[in-house]
């Protein structure tokens, strides 16, 4: 099932020696409320600590799979949450030279994304990137 900005999730059915299961990955609000029994302020704080040092942060579940396909409302029914996954997602040179010339015209350049808000923020000077922009 691909990614759908409507569900928030994209997941994949994999067959392994135990039985079938179904992986989710996803935005961090929409995972928490497909799994059962998780301190969700908890995984908020993980969240926005792993955005804050720059990174791009993803949940990720999985559930046993009843047969060989994805079954959407079998997903809202407590999977389980292995954690989450940040990746690191450095501005590609194209994007930094845009927005350097941009500025050099006097043009303000506004940052909008579909990604957490912490992953939004300016990151700190020690992190070693000038700038987050993404392709």
Do not use: N, Y
């Not at 029994?37 to 993803?58: I, N, Q, S």
């Amino acid at each position: 099932m691909p990614f759908d900005c409507r569900h928030r999730f994209m997941a994949v059915l994999s067959e392994g020696p135990d039985s079938p299961r179904i992986h989710v990955k996803g935005a961090l609000e929409r995972v928490l409320r497909m799994c059962a029994g998780l301190d969700a302020a908890h995984w908020h704080d993980r969240a926005e600590a792993m955005a804050r040092r720059g990174f791009r942060v993803l949940a990720l579940a999985e559930w046993p799979a009843a047969g060989a396909v994805i079954d959407v409302a079998v997903l809202d029914q407590g999977l389980s949450f292995p954690g989450l996954v940040g990746l690191i997602d450095p501005p590609c040179p194209k994007a930094v030279a845009a927005v350097a010339e941009c500025r050099a015209a006097g043009i303000r350049v506004k940052r909008i994304t579909g990604d957490h808000a912490g992953c939004a923020r300016p990151l700190p000077p020690r992190s070693g990137w000038k700038t987050r922009i993404r392709c």
